[in-house]
């Protein structure tokens, strides 16, 4: 089946900890996204990538770092750097620019700080 | 103040009544999208806009672009409904999001 497949659902960050999640899509989508979703706020764009080998910061990229060697994967680490990680994170795909078209999405990596 | 504020907030409804989320926005936009997110976090496009309306099975969206308005309608709702509804806008490069109406559907 096509689709978004993040991993993994649930991850644990000690203090001073980097963590990557992954975001694997088979839709052949020439765009990924990255989204932080807290509690009462809407989804925030940490980073996206338009194309391989290029991304670009959304609004809350502090603390965040991104790569996309491949189309169908754009890992996000977490790092030391970023204070406050314990959120919701979202990934998505979609054909062309940013919201240009429709959107899919994994269904998520929900990260706590041990 | 938001660039995406959504009403209501919360909303419950009974087994087969219509329903009806709104979205105002104050940017100028090129296109506005509405998700649907699942209990366990999962999120689905259901509608993206430009103008006008669209339907999809008990699923209706319309936007009014002059109001900077759209409008999302739920026909003889269904507890398997019961999801939170997230209204979203694209306006430049930049990506908004409203918070969120969280929909419950009672049997």
């Known amino acids: 089946d096509g689709g978004i497949t993040q991993s993994p659902k649930y991850l644990f960050r000690k203090e001073g900890q980097n963590v990557t999640l992954s975001c694997e899509q088979n839709?052949?989508?020439?765009?990924m996204y990255w989204y932080r979703q807290d509690p009462g706020q809407g989804l925030r764009l940490i980073y996206y990538?338009?194309?391989?080998?290029?991304?670009q910061k959304g609004d809350i990229a502090e603390g965040y770092s991104v790569s996309r060697e491949k189309k169908e994967s754009f890992p996000l680490t977490v790092t030391s750097a970023q204070k406050n990680p314990t959120a919701f994170y979202l990934c998505?795909?979609?054909?062309?620019?940013?919201?240009?078209?429709?959107?899919?999405f994994g269904a998520g990596t929900r990260l706590s700080v041990l | 103040k938001n660039e995406v504020e959504q009403s209501p907030q919360n909303l419950t409804a009974q087994e087969g009544e219509f329903i009806t989320i709104n979205c105002s926005y104050s940017?100028?936009?090129?296109?506005l999208h509405w998700l649907q997110q699942h209990p366990g976090g999962g999120i689905v496009s259901l509608f993206m806009l430009s103008s006008g309306k669209k339907k999809h099975g008990r699923l209706i969206a319309t936007i009014n672009i002059q109001e900077k308005h759209s409008s999302l309608h739920i026909t003889a709702s269904h507890p398997r409904d019961s999801a939170v509804y997230i209204c979203a806008v694209r306006s430049g490069n930049q990506f908004y999001f409203g918070t969120g109406t969280s929909l419950t559907v009672i049997p």
């Open positions: 839709l052949n989508h020439d765009a």
């Open positions: 998505a795909s979609s054909q062309g620019g940013l919201a240009k078209n429709i959107q899919y």
């Open positions: 940017v100028g936009i090129s296109a």
């Open positions: 990538s338009q194309i391989v080998n290029d991304f």
